[in-house]
C-alpha cells in the first residue's frame, strides 16, 4: 500500500536550487532512491547553473550509485548545463 502510494504521488523532477550542498545531496539521495524503488526510468535534477558546485556534488554521488545508468545535461533548449538527467537501471 505505501508503495503504490508513493507510485501515484512521485514527481520525476526535484529542484534543489539554492540549496547548501549537504542539503541537496541528502534531498537527492532519497530522490533517487525512491525513483528506484518506484521503478522510473529517467529522472531530473534540477540543480541551476551558478558556480557548478552543487551540479558537481550531485553528479559525484550520482557516480556511486550502482542503479544509475548515465547522469548527463540536459538539452541546451530545455536547461542544458543547469539540469541533470538520469537514466535509472
Do not use: C, W
Amino acid at each position: 500500500r505505501e508503495m503504490r502510494e508513493k507510485s501515484l504521488h512521485f514527481q520525476q523532477d526535484i529542484d534543489v536550487r539554492g540549496m547548501r550542498a549537504e542539503e541537496a545531496l541528502n534531498a537527492v539521495t532519497h530522490f533517487i532512491d525512491d525513483a528506484v524503488q518506484v521503478g522510473v526510468a529517467r529522472v531530473r535534477i534540477l540543480h541551476g547553473t551558478g558556480t557548478g558546485a552543487l551540479r558537481q556534488v550531485i553528479r559525484q554521488y550520482l557516480r556511486t550509485v550502482p542503479d544509475v545508468v548515465d547522469a548527463r545535461d540536459e538539452h541546451v533548449q530545455f536547461g542544458g548545463a543547469g539540469i541533470t538527467i538520469v537514466d535509472l537501471a
